[in-house]
């Protein structure tokens, strides 16, 4: 029997980035098929706009259609 090793979004340069709401429109987030690698597709925010109350706000400047692999 053999075992598979799950990568974790929070093990990842991604941990960061969803930890402060910045992984916007995901497409895919989740790991990839290879072993340590875990996938996003979507929007990163780079700068938000200030936030009156609790209503949410889309950001200033983001990258947008972002295609990118991260190591665990």
């Not at 929070?10 to 790991?31: C, I, M, Q, S, Y």
């Not at 609790?54 to 259609?65: A, C, G, T």
């Amino acid at each position: 029997m053999s075992t598979i090793d799950v990568t974790a979004l929070e093990d990842t340069a991604f941990g960061k980035l969803d930890a402060e709401e910045r992984l916007l429109n995901a497409v895919l987030k989740e790991p990839m098929p290879k072993a340590g690698l875990f996938g996003f597709r979507g929007d990163i925010a780079l700068a938000f706009q200030e936030q009156v109350a609790d209503e949410k706000r889309p950001p200033d400047y983001s990258i947008e259609q972002v295609l990118a692999v991260a190591d665990a």
